[in-house]
Structures are given as structure tokens and as C-alpha cells.
Nanobody, 123 residues
Framework: QVQVVESGGGLVQAGGSLRLSCAASGRIFSINAMGWYRQVPGKQRELVATITSGGNTNYADSVKGRFTISRDNAKNTVSLQMNSLKPEDTAVYYC?????????????????WGQGTLVTVSS
């Protein structure tokens, strides 16, 4: 059994910063891409940023230059540094990881989602 758990959400004023963290745990042999997504009630979940095991990153246009994704492969963690936050960044942020855990993941890479952490940016 594998899981990912997010932490670090909260309330911040516009222009401020927050750092989200996510840790994968369980029977893990390797992790491909890890990433952050966000969802506002009534809207589809959208990509924020992803990072491969080799460190290649991809960002949504709306967060480029403000958010930075990073990961620690040894610790199976991924973080999202969010600067210059805007009210439109308010959402539930979800961590995602493609995890291979042998029999624990059905002998394939399994896409695992966290429970989400709320980020609220006040104007």
C-alpha cells in the first residue's frame, strides 16, 4: 500500500508566500513524475507543476515565474514554493505521484493522489 500526504496549506495575504510539501510512503521501489494540481469548487482539477525523476519541470502558464517545484528522490518528497500569491491561486492543492511498488501497486506504476490541502489567498 502506498500513499502521498500533503502539508503546508493555509491562509495568506496576496503577495505572500507559502510552501507545500508532499511525502510518499509505503512500499516504494521507484517514483516517476510527481506533481501538484489544484481545484476550485465547480471547476476541473488543473495542473500546477510537475517534475520528473530527472528533475525536468513543467508549469502552468498562470504560475510560471512565481511557483517553483522541487523534489528529493532520496526522501520521496516533492515541494511547491509559491511566491507572489494571488487571490486566484485560492484552491485545494493536490499532490500526485506515479509510484511503482511491486505487488503493492499491481506490478505497474500507479497514480496516487493525496487528500488535498487548502490554500486561501486573501486580497
Amino acid at each position: 500500500q502506498v500513499q502521498v500526504v500533503e502539508s503546508g496549506g493555509g491562509l495568506v495575504q496576496a503577495g505572500g508566500s507559502l510552501r507545500l510539501s508532499c511525502a510518499a510512503s509505503g512500499r516504494i521501489f521507484s517514483i516517476n513524475a510527481m506533481g501538484w494540481y489544484r481545484q476550485v469548487p465547480g471547476k476541473q482539477r488543473e495542473l500546477v507543476a510537475t517534475i520528473t525523476s530527472g528533475g525536468n519541470t513543467n508549469y502552468a502558464d498562470s504560475v510560471k515565474g512565481r511557483f517553483t517545484i522541487s523534489r528529493d528522490n532520496a526522501k520521496n518528497t516533492v515541494s511547491l514554493q509559491m511566491n507572489s500569491l494571488k487571490p486566484e491561486d485560492t484552491a485545494v492543492y493536490y499532490c500526485n505521484a506515479e509510484i511503482y511498488g511491486g505487488l503493492a501497486t499491481g506490478n505497474r506504476y500507479l497514480e496516487v493522489w493525496g487528500q488535498g490541502t487548502l490554500v486561501t489567498v486573501s486580497s
